[in-house]
Structures are given as structure tokens and as C-alpha cells.
């Protein structure tokens, strides 16, 4: 069975003195057998699957839901693998076969699913699927969707970020000191830290919300386009930017009470 709780792009799971890994990369995803150790340094991971037969291109989001499936979503939809074999996951074709870039799984054995081209976050549950599209507050591109410690689902999209209510999506603008001219695909990343700090990368900025604030605030830090957000060990927040570098973001001490 796998298991969660390795860093962002990476699921592993122990098991005796070995653990499984799986790598989110351009192009492939990789099954690793990782050696498992008390060090600080990474794990050495030998190759076992380069791709397996019916997964069909380039990763972009992972999840794992409790009955075990990792889900992956990608370029041509969303696929399932069960450990033996990838399969396209229509669910009755109501699902969409357009590229998948977020997705969360949940305690609940809920799988929330962002499209990146569709302006739609779908929910799979208990086998139902429920869509939520621009009549319901998703009225941009979505692409990343997390959930803080409050138990709040959010989602950035290509013009800002929504927050979900219980029954439809809401717009986060002037009334949490958030942006409310966003230009078009400026806003792509969240991240929540260990303590419950809500991360959002918009206007070639970062804005952290700290946990049951209801305002955001700046960091002042430049990110030109923001393809991830982390948190180390220590605290500090790490930030990966094609247009510039992987760099430190900041430490917990400088924005946590």
C-alpha cells in the first residue's frame, strides 16, 4: 500500500528497511525503491519503473486517497494506478479528458480535481462526482488546490485565488487585502506551511495568510513565475522560480506569531 507525507512531487512508503517512491517528473513518473535511514541526507533510490504501459505522457499532480490509489493528473486527464497498471479515470464519462494540473485527497476518501483549461474543479466521492464550474465561483482556470488546518479548501487559478464555502466557490479580493487585479496567469501556487500558514504566490509576489487571519499580507519578495512553494525542516520556506532560481523564501520567525 502506499503512503503519504514525503515533500511536495514525492509519495514514499516504509516498509522494514526499504520504502516505495514515486517522483513527479516531465514526461515520466518513476517508481523508486528507496532505502530507508536515519540520516539527514536523501534517500538512495534505485529505478524500478521508468513508465508503465497505459499512462500516456507528462505528470503535473499527485494524490493518494485512502483506499490507496495514486492518482496522477496530467496533459490527457486523470489516470488511477493501483502499484501493476495505469488506467484513464472517466468515472461514466463525467469526467473531462482535458490536462489535469491540481489535485488534493482528503481524509474523507475524497479526490478534488482541478482542470487546467476547463475552468472547472470536479469531486470524486464515494464513487459520485460532483463539478463545480463558473456558475459556482470557479470563474478561472484552477490550478492548485489545498486544504488549511481549519479544514478550508482553497484553489489558485490563472487570476486569483477562491476559497470554497461549503457549497460554492468564493473570490478572495479587497476584503482580505488580496489583489483584486490579477493579470492573467500571474497567480498559479499555494502552499500551507506546519503551522497552519496559507501561501499564495500572485503578481509576481508571495502573500502568506496566517492561520485564522482574514487578511493577507506581503513578503515583499520578488517571484517572477512560481512553480512550487516548500517548507524545510527548520522552518524556512523555499521557492522554486523558472524565471529565476530556487531560492529561500523566508524562515517561520519573520511571519509566524
Known amino acids: 500500500m502506499w503512503a503519504t507525507g514525503a515533500p511536495k512531487g514525492v509519495m514514499s512508503a516504509a516498509s522494514g ?14 517508481l ?18 521508468e513508465r508503465k504501459e497505459g499512462y500516456p505522457g507528462r505528470a503535473d499532480a499527485l494524490a493518494q486517497t485512502t483506499d490507496g490509489f495514486l492518482w496522477i493528473g496530467g496533459d490527457y486527464g486523470l489516470f488511477r494506478f493501483d502499484g501493476i497498471h495505469f488506467e484513464r479515470y472517466v468515472s461514466g464519462h463525467k469526467l473531462l479528458e482535458g490536462p489535469v494540473r491540481g489535485l488534493l485527497a482528503l481524509h ?11 475552468k472547472k474543479i470536479f469531486v470524486l466521492r464515494n464513487g459520485s462526482v460532483k463539478s463545480y464550474s463558473e456558475a459556482d465561483g470557479v470563474t478561472s482556470n484552477p ?4 486544504q488549511d488546518h481549519e479544514g478550508t479548501i482553497w484553489a489558485n487559478t490563472e487570476t486569483g485565488v477562491i476559497r470554497f464555502n461549503g457549497a460554492r466557490w468564493e473570490h478572495i479580493g479587497r476584503g482580505w487585502n488580496f489583489p483584486e487585479d490579477v493579470p492573467h496567469t ?21 502573500l502568506y495568510l496566517k492561520q485564522g487571519s482574514k487578511r493577507f499580507e506581503a513578503t515583499g519578495a520578488f517571484a517572477g ?9 527548520g522552518g524556512t520556506m523555499w521557492l522554486s522560480d523558472p524565471l529565476s532560481y530556487v531560492r529561500a523564501l523566508t524562515s517561520f520567525e519573520d511571519h509566524q506569531p
Open 17 to 30: 528497511g526499504a520504502g516505495y517512491a514515486v517522483f513527479c517528473c516531465t514526461g515520466v513518473v518513476r
Open 32 to 49: 523508486c525503491i528507496c532505502a530507508q535511514s536515519g540520516s539527514r541526507h536523501p534517500p538512495a533510490c534505485a529505478p524500478v519503473v
Open 108 to 118: 474523507d476518501g475524497s479526490l478534488w480535481v482541478a482542470y487546467r483549461l476547463e
Open 143 to 146: 490550478t492548485t488546490i489545498v
Open 186 to 206: 500571474t497567480s498559479d501556487t499555494l502552499f500551507v506551511d506546519s503551522r497552519g500558514t496559507l501561501w499564495a504566490a500572485v503578481n509576481h509576489t508571495i
Open 225 to 233: 513565475w512560481t512553480a512550487s512553494i516548500a517548507e524545510a525542516p
